[in-house]
Antibody, heavy 126, light 109 residues
Framework: QLQLQESGPGLMKPSETLSLTCSVS??????????WGWIRQPPGKGLEWIGI???????YYNPSLENRVTISVDMSKNQFSLKLTSATAADTAVYYC??????????????????WGQGTLVTVSS | QSVLTQPPSVSAAPGQKVTISCSGS????????VSWYQQLPGMAPKLLIY???KRPSGIPDRFSGSKSGTSATLGITGLQTGDEADYYC??????????FGGGTQLTVL
């Protein structure tokens, strides 16, 4: 059974770089059927997509975060990571890693997130 | 401000049926497939419906999904107190970004 587990600092200061890792067990990241992604949820608010990565390293990012976000993959450790630079209080959220399944093309996309980590709360505060 | 629009809350009595709407546009729902997620209090979201109307293994047939034009609907029949949760719709847009609704809180009275 696939399991995803987020890890990283729970508290950080403004202007620092948020760094999180998602460890995948029960399945391999090195699988051409899936992308691996990050989604966040500010306290009491809805879900916000951050970005996704393919095992080969190809990425797609939320345009609103693109200039601050980097997602990378380490197949040797079966992990992928998130870095978000210049953090502010607005980045305080529960961060989830998830697997994207499905298929599609530029015209029609039938993708969905079928497996999620439990989430980790990151607080940005001075 | 979420890209997809959902009602903030819905409620119904145990055993009854409820529907949750999700409204978008031609650049997202209109040309792509919709998924729905259930988030129980304090938990991570869980896939409930994918490809507009398909249920993953283990999801009871009390949950159903449909799509028409630029809107989608989640239906839940035979409501149980354990269904109390936040429900989110999601899809993709023309820039290959995932987009979600703001979430709907379901209360089973």
């Amino acid at each position: 059974q696939l399991q995803l587990q987020e890890s990283g600092p729970g508290l950080m200061k403004p202007s620092e770089t948020l760094s999180l890792t998602c460890s995948v067990s029960g399945g391999s990241i090195n699988n051409s059927n899936y992308y691996w992604g990050w989604i966040r949820q500010p306290p009491g608010k809805g879900l916000e997509w951050i970005g996704i990565i393919y095992y080969s390293g190809g990425t797609y990012y939320n345009p609103s975060l693109e200039n601050r976000v980097t997602i990378s993959v380490d197949m040797s450790k079966n992990q992928f990571s998130l870095k978000l630079t210049s953090a502010t209080a607005a980045d305080t959220a529960v961060y989830y890693c998830a697997r994207r399944s499905g298929y599609g093309n530029l015209v029609s996309k039938r993708y969905f997130f079928d497996s999620w980590g439990q989430g980790t709360l990151v607080t940005v505060s001075s | 401000q979420s890209v997809l629009t959902q009602p903030p809350s819905v409620s119904a009595a145990p055993g009854q049926k409820v529907t949750i709407s999700c409204s978008g546009s031609t650049s997202n729902i209109g040309n792509n497939y919709v998924s729905w997620y259930q988030q129980l209090p304090g938990m991570a979201p869980k896939l409930l419906i994918y490809d507009n109307n398909k249920r993953p293994s283990g999801i009871p047939d009390r949950f159903s999904g449909s799509k028409s034009g630029t809107s989608a609907t989640l239906g839940i029949t035979g409501l149980q107190t354990g269904d109390e949760a936040d429900y989110y719709c999601g899809t993709w847009d023309s820039s290959l970004s995932a987009v979600f609704g703001g979430g709907t809180q379901l209360t089973v009275l």
